[in-house]
């Protein structure tokens, strides 16, 4: 959708990762409806399951869109100071904050859902330890299910490599949510070490790539999950 407001994007890299957990989840909805046709899913839980699958892959788009459209209106920002931007570029670096931080808002975003739909598949029960919990609130549940254990440590693994760049972009969220406009902050913190010097552009690129990062780091937790679970009902014929 935000391609076809923007026109041509052609440049772009493909992303290996994000190709795959489209694969991966698509499968899952296919083995899904299957399982519909044959039974008629009297109690409604594998509409359910389908109907958070293919929420997720939307929430993946929506993700990956607001990453590339981010970096997309970054390259028109060559300034390096907020007082030395033209008209075009304080309009393309608005953008840019816009999307980035819809970026980074949804990496956390579908990460919890995809914590509930984890929690449905596998019955971790994770509302007993707390009642609104998240992806790493689910993750923790995990040890105590021996029989996919296997699967909790495959997801660890792959949080543990993204420590660093998930803490930057969580703190940045929780900023946002809960504080003041990420943005607006770096300002204060400037202005307080110097009244009248002008105000730096934080480093955009290496935001971006955090954000990037953070996108490879959905794309390959929900390849693992459903890689997982669609070999479990495959083996299984379903019945879930």
């Known amino acids: ?9 052609s440049n772009e890299e493909s992303n290996p990762l994000l190709e795959n957990a489209y694969v991966t989840m698509k499968k899952a909805t296919q083995l899904l409806q ?4 044959r ?3 009297p109690t409604h839980n594998l ?3 389908e109907v958070w699958t293919r929420g997720l892959i939307s929430s993946l788009t929506e993700l990956e869109q607001s990453y590339s459209v981010s970096a997309y209106f970054r390259k028109s920002i060559t300034a390096g100071y907020m007082d030395d931007m033209t008209l075009d570029e304080q309009m393309a670096y608005a953008r840019y904050v816009y999307f980035y931080k819809n970026g980074f808002i949804r990496v956390f975003a579908i990460l919890d859902k995809l914590g509930t739909v984890l929690n449905e598949i596998y019955d971790l ?3 007993k330890v707390k ?3 998240s992806f790493f609130t689910v993750l923790r549940q995990f040890p105590r299910n021996k029989k996919h254990s296997s699967l909790g440590v495959m997801l660890s693994s792959i949080k543990e490599e993204y420590r660093e760049p998930l803490r930057i972009l969580r703190k940045r969220r929780n900023s946002e949510i809960h504080y003041m406009n990420m943005e607006m902050q770096d300002d204060l913190w400037q202005r307080h070490h110097g009244l009248h010097d002008k105000l730096t552009l934080e480093d955009l690129d290496m935001h971006l790539l955090e954000l990037k990062q953070g996108l490879d780091m959905v794309c390959r937790t929900l390849s693992t999950v459903f890689l997982y679970t669609n070999k479990r009902w495959i083996d299984k014929s379903i019945r879930t």
Not at 1 to 9: A, H, I, Q, S
Not at 34 to 37: A, F, L, P, R, S
């Open 39 to 41: 039974y008629k899913d």
């Open 131 to 133: 009642s609104q919990y």
């Open 125 to 127: 029960q994770t509302s």
């Open 47 to 49: 509409r359910k399951l």
């Open 34 to 37: 299957q399982e519909m046709n």
């Open 1 to 9: 959708m935000l391609r076809e407001l923007l026109g041509d994007m």
